[in-house]
């Protein structure tokens, strides 16, 4: 009997801890919002051309001592060998996902006028590759895991091209100006007071992080709309957690709803960019992994982050009724999300990146650019594209 009135006092007890954790979040968002909105609107004056600056130049850090030849020659299996010399761009013929080089390619041979002589080695894998645990090497990839990968962020292939290739977008999605574009004509269409109050996410079951969400929405329909879609390599219903695969959208729908939730898929997910463009409040979870401009971003004012440890079916009810009942304070982080994105991720920014990034690292290089004759020469027109059909 002790014993049995012993588990029952500590279940009791940790109830209330865990109830009382569940209002103390409630309670802080509100002062985390305020406190954000007082950095969100501080004027700081930054130039187009250095607004990223800080960003490349934490990555290059650890290589303020130069990279060697014999560095790069460490990578080469790493990822494709790209070389720009005299303004003409090279790169190994070997891709392993084409629409990916494509997508890079097209930024880098557009703005080759403007690049000095270099060469770097580019993954195009979404997995970064260099762990803190070895020796740095300067390898450029799209995404990691700040903390523990000396990975160089680069503007992502999807901006272009070969993005995820999911059936409404069966070559990707593509040019990113032109979707933020129609993203923003549907948001206008679409005003913060005809998007419903209920949570929304689609996608697949890439990782488990987007279990507790779906698990919510079953139990809570009327707070939130989420479910699993199949991915490429649907076996089962274990793929969807044992429901019906639901119905691919496009990007547009998301802007229906009034809070959009983003979770990192194999590496981040591309789906963030989309999510805060159209002007509705982003609940990202925060667990480190990072896009080129993800660190730019202002937590509670661009977007709520939602932390590893708040992920479960408490934690998003707590996040949504607090959403529910300050909603001029949500439209108001959605509105910022919405212009951050106009001005700071449009095409001109990305130009900017590739140009800053590439002319700092290419400082470090220690060794004379000489031409790899292996490399072809990659045109502006998209050439590339129609030896791949
Ligand atoms: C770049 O072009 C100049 C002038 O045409 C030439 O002298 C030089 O060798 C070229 N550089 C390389 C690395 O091929
Ligand atoms: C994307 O589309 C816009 C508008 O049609 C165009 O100006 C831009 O060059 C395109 N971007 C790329 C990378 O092709």
Not at 129 to 143: G, I, N, Q, V, W
Not at 296 to 320: A, W
Not at 356 to 371: A, N, T
Request: contains cysteine.
């Amino acid at each position: 009997f002790n014993s049995l009135m012993i588990s029952f006092l500590l279940l009791l007890f940790s109830s209330v801890i865990a109830e009382r954790h569940y209002d103390r979040l409630y309670n802080e968002l509100s002062q985390s919002i305020a406190n954000a909105k007082i950095k969100g609107e501080e004027n700081i004056e930054i130039s187009k051309e250095l607004y990223y600056e800080s960003e490349w130049k934490r990555d290059l850090a650890p290589f303020q001592s130069g990279i060697t030849r014999e560095m790069m020659g460490q990578l080469e299996s790493l990822g494709n060998k790209y070389q720009i010399i005299n303004h003409t761009v090279y790169r190994a013929k070997r891709c392993t996902f084409p629409a990916r080089c494509q997508g890079v390619d097209k930024f880098l041979t557009r703005l080759a006028h403007r690049l000095e002589d270099t060469e770097f080695v580019l993954n195009d894998f979404d997995n970064p590759k260099l762990t803190k645990r070895a020796r740095p090497l300067p390898l450029f990839s799209f995404s990691k895991k700040e903390d523990d990968y000396w990975d160089i962020l680069y503007p992502a292939w999807s901006f272009h091209s070969g993005g995820p290739a999911i059936s409404i977008y069966p070559s990707g999605i593509g040019n990113w100006s032109e979707t933020k574009e129609e993203l923003s004509k549907y948001s206008s269409s679409h005003p913060w007071s005809t998007r419903e109050s209920r949570g929304f996410f689609i996608g697949s079951r890439t990782n488990h992080q987007r279990d507790s969400l779906v698990l919510l929405s079953r139990r809570f329909p009327s707070l939130v709309d989420a479910s699993f879609t199949k991915n490429q390599a649907y076996r089962s219903p274990q793929d969807t957690l044992n429901a019906e695969p639901s119905t691919e959208r496009p990007f547009e729908y998301n802007c229906n709803y009034k809070y959009l939730f983003n979770f990192r898929g194999i590496a981040a997910s591309f789906r963030f960019k989309y999510l805060l463009a159209c002007g509705s409040t982003v609940f990202h979870l925060d667990d480190g992994w990072i896009e080129f401009f993800y660190r730019k971003l202002i937590p509670y004012y661009h977007y709520i982050p939602l932390k590893e440890r708040e992920n479960n079916q408490k934690g998003l009810k707590t996040l949504l009724e607090y959403a529910i009942e300050h909603d001029e304070e949500m439209k108001k982080i959605g509105d910022n999300a919405h212009s951050w994105i106009s001005s700071h991720l449009d095409e001109s920014s990305i130009d900017l990146y590739w140009i800053g990034l590439l002319s700092s690292y290419s400082s470090l290089l220690k060794f004379p650019i000489e031409r790899d004759v292996s490399l072809m020469k990659v045109s502006n027109e998209g050439s590339i594209s129609s030896q791949f059909p």
